[in-house]
């Protein structure tokens, strides 16, 4: 690996915490404090502007890993942004307090033709949620693309025209670039995206700022993205290991990301395995320990740490602690393997990607079995 100058070991993260008119103050309750003004939508854990530690220096993550591309891209976070220097995953809490605007967003094609090193494709995991709270996922129905948009630029509630799906805790859902979306009110999320800030946002539930003009809409840009057959559904997580004080989930798997909930308690620990690219890790209950190539830190709620490409290590816990795991996957090694070694399905594997068909790709046909032991 070569080396930059810049640092090479495992980040801790100061996130950026940003304002947003529908937020509110639940993110408290997951271990982030709350700033002095109005309330707090996202807490951006792997943003380009987040402050991050090493060896007692503090920098943005961007100027961390422009110093040494080789330790937090890797291999795959390079294929993953076509070799943008930048950090492969962006990952988020997001508290929606009200609802957040109806929204679609470009595919890395229509992204580049607009400046954009990336385009967004994005999975929610959803971490609380009021009773009767929905997502928004895709057009309803007998809604035509024409319907849509004909009524989205004549101002009306195109909300209306979308599927609401109950938003159970627990679950997950991938969101491909083109769906068009919205997060319903009353829904705290853990969101793994690609590294892009781009929304073209299509409706925004009438609100206006205080000199009474609403946030800019989209349409014609949204019109070029939306792939209005998608649909995405919900699922269950995937259980890979399970043995005293240790759980291993998989919630989501594309060729952009992939995202795994760990659980330890009661002495427990669990392996974290080297990947293909840094690994962005956060603790959103309880606490543990990291210890990774020779640096130790704890974890606790709204902690966030990077860890390298190609380094590993262990999480521990006394008492008990839930960790969201994000990275770029190499998709047979890390997804496709563990997932067959824990007896589930083919067809249980492909729905971790949704409509990108990214997994069912690398299925190919069932192994048969080994005469090793």
């Known amino acids: 690996m070569r080396q930059f100058g810049g640092p090479s070991g495992v980040l801790r993260v100061r996130p950026r915490l940003d304002e947003k008119p529908w937020g509110g103050d639940r993110l408290a309750a997951f271990g982030f404090a ?29 100027e961390a890993v422009a110093a040494n591309p080789d330790a937090y891209l890797g291999p795959e976070g390079a294929r993953a942004t ?22 679609v967003h470009p595919d890395d094609a229509l992204a580049r033709e607009q400046g954009e090193a990336t385009g967004k494709t994005e999975a929610w995991h959803v971490l609380a949620a009021e009773p009767g709270a929905v997502l928004y996922l895709g057009l309803a129905d007998g809604v035509t693309l024409d319907d849509f948009f004909a009524a989205a630029r004549r101002g009306e509630p195109v909300a209306t025209m979308l599927r609401s799906v109950p938003a159970e805790p627990g679950s997950s859902v991938v969101l491909p670039a083109g769906v ?53 559904e919900p699922r269950p997580p995937l259980v890979v290991a399970d043995s005293a004080g240790a759980r291993r989930e998989l919630l989501a798997a594309t060729r952009y990301f992939a995202l795994e909930r760990l659980s330890v308690s009661g002495g427990g620990a669990v392996d974290l395995l080297p990947a293909g690219s840094s690994q962005v890790l956060t603790c959103v209950a309880g606490a543990c320990h990291l210890v990774s190539d020779g640096d130790a830190v704890r974890l606790a ?4 740490v990077i860890v390298p490409a190609g380094a590993g290590g262990t999480l521990a816990s006394g008492d008990g602690a839930t960790v969201m795991r994000g990275w770029v996957p190499d998709l047979a090694r890390d ?32 192994p048969e079995p080994s005469e090793e032991r």
Request: aromatic share 4%; net charge negative; charged share 20%.
């Open 335 to 366: 997804i496709v393997g563990p997932a067959r070694a824990a007896g589930h399905a083919d067809r249980a594997i492909a729905r971790l990607a949704g409509e990108l068909g990214d997994v069912e790709s690398m299925l190919g046909p069932t």
């Open 301 to 304: 709620p709204g902690g966030t």
């Open 180 to 232: 068009v979306h919205a997060l319903g009110r009353g829904v705290v999320l853990y969101e793994i995206q690609q590294p892009s800030n781009t929304t073209y946002r299509l409706w925004d539930w009438g609100r206006v700022g205080p000199d009474g003009v609403g946030r800019d809409l989209h349409h014609d840009l949204g019109e070029r993205a939306m792939m209005p057959e998608w649909r995405p």
């Open 82 to 103: 076509a070799g943008a220097v930048l950090l492969p995953v962006l990952a988020k809490v997001i508290d929606g307090r009200d609802d957040l605007s109806v929204q």
């Open 34 to 62: 709350l700033p002095g003004g109005g309330p707090l939508g996202e807490a951006l854990l792997s943003h380009g502007d987040a402050l991050v530690e090493v060896g007692g220096a503090t920098m943005t993550l961007a």
